[in-house]
């Protein structure tokens, strides 16, 4: 019922921008949060940054702090996160996830706090 496609990944140089967005369908957009993740090959799902619904609560991982920006537009039904001065080390599949429940303790840096996912874009920094 419920849909996320992400989009805007690419090659990229390092120290180059992307802009990655992620559309919500098929129920009005009042998650109460909203969240980015990124996996490398062999490596686990790392959290990057969260946004509840209000855009009152926003939290990143330190490894992303001062060159991303998690945002959202509850008109449009979407969530973006602008990532600036990127480095070969954020290469990944990039991620969004939602949660419509407000009803437990805020985790939003735990994949199992959220209950939807997008198909992941992928984002390449070259060095």
């Known amino acids: 019922q419920v849909q996320l496609v992400e989009s805007g990944g690419g090659l990229v140089q390092a120290g180059g921008s992307l802009r990655l967005s992620c559309v919500v369908s098929?129920?009005?957009?009042?998650?109460?949060?909203m969240g980015w993740f990124r996996q490398a090959p062999g490596k686990e799902r790392e959290f990057v940054a969260a946004i509840n619904w209000s855009g009152g609560t926003i939290d990143y991982a330190d490894s992303v702090k001062g060159r991303f920006t998690i945002s959202r537009d509850n008109a449009k039904n979407t969530v973006f996160l602008q990532m600036n001065s990127l480095k070969p080390e954020d290469t990944a599949v990039y991620y969004c996830a939602a949660r419509f429940s407000g009803g437990s303790t805020y985790a939003a840096h735990f994949p199992a706090y959220f209950s939807y996912w997008g198909q992941g874009t992928q984002v390449t920094v070259s060095s």
């Open positions: 098929g129920r009005t957009f009042s998650s109460y949060a």
